[in-house]
């Protein structure tokens, strides 16, 4: 989910750019690391991206031993080793008359690839959206959180019959991936541009903090963000002629007209260990 201009807030740009006024520069804190010392986790998930993501761009897939070396990485990591806890304010949903806000810790972001955190109160969602020609981590670091994924049904060319994919209104067929709630500690998840659940939906059902590595990142216009309806595929079971049975673990996916209302999501000083690069 792209979270740059048309998902913060007013509010939160001016409090960015208030924090990036009073942040340290990186001159200085590069200044302030220590020769021969250990390096973060964060430092060591930075240091790995770079190298994997190096050549990256639209539809690349990191090969099978680079992808385990971001896994180790992400599965050991815990909240305190980007300065997290469910005591922060950023837990809390305040106004209980509205959607639960959800607040984004900008770790780090260049062409190849980005990082950084979504903190969710309990109940709050970020709703069913794509990751186009992405590779996406995602590792709860504590909490629980329902996740529901999809991939787009594909026909092969060489298919005696024609079945319909997608249907006049515009809605597409795509079957379920992922639908459950994992509670952290767990192994982190893993998406890439045309399989592993590339569309998801998460919903906190305890306060929960998860941080994502996207390769390459989101960028207006080539890889944006588009959100989605999921529609119950029996509805409209009579008007494709695949053989799925009775639908199950099948959904038409119909794109929305940009950013849900439903949806805020609110930036913040990312305050964990820092990042070097050099």
């Known amino acids: 989910m792209r979270v740059e201009g048309e998902l913060a807030t007013k509010s939160s740009g001016a409090q960015l750019v208030s924090n990036k006024a009073n942040r340290p520069s990186k ?3 590069r200044r302030q690391r220590r020769p021969h010392c250990k390096p973060t986790m964060v430092q060591r998930l930075f240091d790995t991206c ?11 897939v990191p090969p099978p031993e680079d992808v385990s070396r971001i896994r180790s990485i992400l599965d050991s990591l815990k909240p305190t080793d980007v300065g997290l806890s469910p005591k922060l304010p950023f837990f809390k949903n305040i106004n209980t008359s509205m959607p639960p806000s959800i607040t984004y810790l900008h770790v780090y972001e260049c062409h190849q690839f980005s990082i950084g955190i979504f903190c969710l109160p ?23 959180m329902h996740i529901k994924s999809y991939d787009w049904v594909v026909v092969s060319q060489d298919s005696v019959e024609h079945p319909i994919e997608a249907l006049s209104s515009g809605e597409r067929l795509a079957k379920v991936k992922t639908d459950e709630v994992f509670t952290a500690p767990c192994e982190t998840s893993i998406l890439y541009p045309a399989s592993g ?3 998801h939906c998460f919903t906190a059902k305890t306060k929960c903090a998860v941080l994502d590595v996207l390769g390459p990142p989101y960028s207006v216009p080539d890889r944006n963000c588009t959100y989605y309806y999921d529609r119950v595929y029996a509805k409209h079971a009579g008007e494709s002629p695949l053989d799925l049975g009775e639908g199950d673990g099948y959904s038409w996916l119909q794109e929305r007209a940009g950013k849900p209302d439903e949806l805020l999501v609110i930036g913040a000083e990312y305050s964990g260990p820092t990042i070097v690069e050099g």
């Open 122 to 144: 309990p109940s709050a969602v970020i709703p069913l959206h794509n990751h186009p020609g992405m590779t996406v981590f995602s590792k709860i670091l504590f909490g629980s």
């Open 50 to 60: 770079k190298l994997v993501f190096a050549e990256a761009t639209a539809g690349f």
């Open 27 to 29: 001159k200085g804190k």
């Open 197 to 199: 659940g590339n569309m």
